[in-house]
């Protein structure tokens, strides 16, 4: 089995000119969002060995939510940031994880989550979509479509 859930950040600061994009953190509402998401993915049942974020400050930050939800810790990888649909799918099947948080940004998050699960999917900030393949491993994610596909927004 495999259970993956596709984590765009929560919403972030508004950056300046003296405010690099990386360093963006995570607003109040952002703060709240994730916390309520992650609760919310936690009790859906959905748990992760490991949560993988990209190195982006509001990343990492709404990385952390889901990792203190689920008991687990948070791996970064510089890749993961402005990564693409394809590149982020190869950090989490390279990690190998049979139950896997990535939490990441757009356009990458939108065009996975639309990829693997066969739909049009926009994934506003905060949004997690839970995938999970009851059978089969990492090689067939994004061959086979998911045999549950569930998108949780903040609100």
């Known amino acids: 089995m495999i259970q993956l ?24 509402q ?25 190195t982006a400050a509001r990343a990492t930050a709404t990385a952390a939510a889901f990792a203190d939800a689920f ?4 791996v970064e990888d510089a890749d993961l940031y402005a ?3 394809d590149r982020i799918l190869a950090i989490a099947r390279a990690h190998g994880a049979a139950e896997l948080t990535v939490v990441s940004h757009d356009p990458g998050v939108s065009a996975l989550v639309s ?3 066969g739909r049009d999917v926009g994934m506003t900030t ?20 998911p045999d549950e596909f569930t998108l949780l927004t903040p609100g």
């Open 5 to 28: 859930a596709v984590v765009r950040h929560a919403k972030a600061e508004h950056g300046g000119f003296e405010l690099v994009d990386h360093e963006r953190r995570l607003s109040a």
């Open 115 to 117: 990829e693997l699960s």
């Open 83 to 85: 990564a693409s649909a």
């Open 126 to 145: 905060g949004a997690v979509a839970l995938l999970t393949w009851n059978d089969g491993d990492w090689n067939d994610v994004g061959i086979v479509p």
């Open 30 to 54: 952002g703060v709240r969002d994730a916390a309520d998401v992650a609760a919310r993915v936690l009790r859906s049942g959905v748990r992760s060995e490991v949560v993988l974020s990209s």
């Open 71 to 74: 008991g687990t810790t948070v």
